[in-house]
C-alpha cells in the first residue's frame, strides 16, 4: 500500500501506525530510505540502540530507557487530540536513539505515560527531520485516533460484516461501504450551523453533527418516511445539545484535576 501511494506521488507528511507494524523493521526501513517521517507504536520489550550520560552505547529494550535516561522533569502533560470528553491529556518524554550505533538527530524514542496510571505506559519509534519538537510528535501520534474512529464508525456500517469468500468480493463490499462513509463525512462537512447565543436554558454550543447522528437522522427521515420530521430533527437537537454539556462537564472536571 505504501509502495501505491508512493508512485502515485501523494504528500504524506506522517506514517501512524500501532505495534502490529511498528515492529516490522523492513517497513521502518523502507519508509526512512523514502524520507516518510513516522511515530509508529512499538512493544515495550523492543530492542533499541541508547548513549548512556557516560558516553556508552547500550541496547536495551525500550521500557529500560526511562530509568537510564530521564528525570521526573523530562516529562510533560500534552493532548494528543480532541476527544468527546475532552483533550485526551498524557505524560510525554522523547529521547534520542542511535540508528546504525550513530545519533543522526532524527530518530528518537517518544514515551505516553497515563495520568491516572502512571504504570501504565505506551512507546513509539520515530523518524522525522531534524529539530522535530515534541509537540509536533505527540500531535502525528494523536492523529491515529482519527483513523479508530473512521474504523469504528465504518464497522457499525458492517465493514467487518462480510464473510469472505473472494478477494474480489470483498473488495468490492468494502469499496461500498467506505463510499457509503465517505457521502455521510461529506454531508457532516457541509452542515454548518452557527454557534448559538448562550442563554440560561442552552449554556453551551450546539456540537457539530457527527456520521452516526446523520446516520440516524437519515434512517428515520428517509428509511421508512417519517412520522413527523419535526419531530426527529428536535430531538437531534437536543440529543448533541445534552452530549454538549457533558463534554463540557468531562472537560472542566478533567482540567481542574490535573
Same mark, same amino acid.
Given at each position: 500500500m505504501m509502495e501505491r501511494l508512493h508512485q502515485a506521488d501523494l504528500a504524506i507528511s506522517w506514517v501512524v501506525a500501532d505495534s502490529v507494524y511498528g515492529g516490522n523493521l523492513d517497513l521502518r526501513t523502507w519508509l526512512e530510505a523514502h524520507e516518510y517521517a &513516522?511515530?509508529?507504536a512499538v512493544a515495550c520489550d523492543e530492542p533499541v540502540g /541508547?548513549? $548512556? %550520560?557516560?558516553g556508552e552505547r547500550r541496547r536495551v529494550e525500550v521500557r529500560e530507557v526511562e530509568a537510564l535516561l530521564l528525570a521526573p522533569e523530562d516529562w510533560q502533560c500534552l493532548s494528543m487530540s480532541e476527544g468527546t470528553k475532552g483533550p485526551r491529556l498524557f505524560d510525554w518524554a522523547a529521547v534520542p536513539i542511535l540508528d546504525r550505533w550513530e545519533d543522526d538527530g532524527r530518530h528518537w524514542l517518544l514515551l505516553r505515560r497515563s495520568i491516572s496510571d502512571p504504570?501504565?505506559?505506551t512507546y513509539y519509534f520515530v523518524f522525522a527531520p531534524k529539530g522535530t519538537t515534541l509537540h509536533e510528535m505527540v500531535k502525528a501520534a494523536g492523529a491515529r485516533w482519527h483513523i479508530e474512529e473512521d474504523f469504528a464508525n465504518t464497522k457499525d456500517m458492517g465493514l467487518?460484516? &462480510?464473510?469472505?469468500r473472494s478477494w474480489t468480493a470483498w473488495y468490492r &463490499?468494502? $469499496?461500498l461501504v467506505m463510499l457509503a462513509y465517505a457521502f455521510l463525512v461529506g454531508i457532516c462537512a457541509q452542515v454548518w450551523i452557527p454557534a448559538d447565543e448562550p442563554t440560561p436554558a442552552a449554556p453551551r454550543p450546539l456540537l457539530p453533527l457527527t456520521v452516526a447522528e446523520?446516520?440516524? !437522522? !437519515? +434512517?428515520? !427521515? /428517509?428509511? %421508512?418516511p417519517a412520522s413527523s420530521a419535526k419531530l426527529v430533527l428536535a430531538w437531534s437537537w437536543w440529543r448533541r445539545r445534552h452530549r454538549s454539556s457533558a463534554s463540557y +462537564?468531562? $472537560?472542566?472536571r478533567r !482540567?481542574?484535576?490535573?
Open positions: &513516522y511515530v509508529l /541508547i548513549l $548512556t %550520560p557516560e504504570a501504565e505506559k467487518d460484516q &462480510y464473510e469472505v &463490499y468494502i $469499496t446523520v446516520r440516524h !437522522l !437519515l +434512517s428515520h !427521515l /428517509i428509511w %421508512p +462537564s468531562h $472537560t472542566k !482540567l481542574e484535576a490535573g
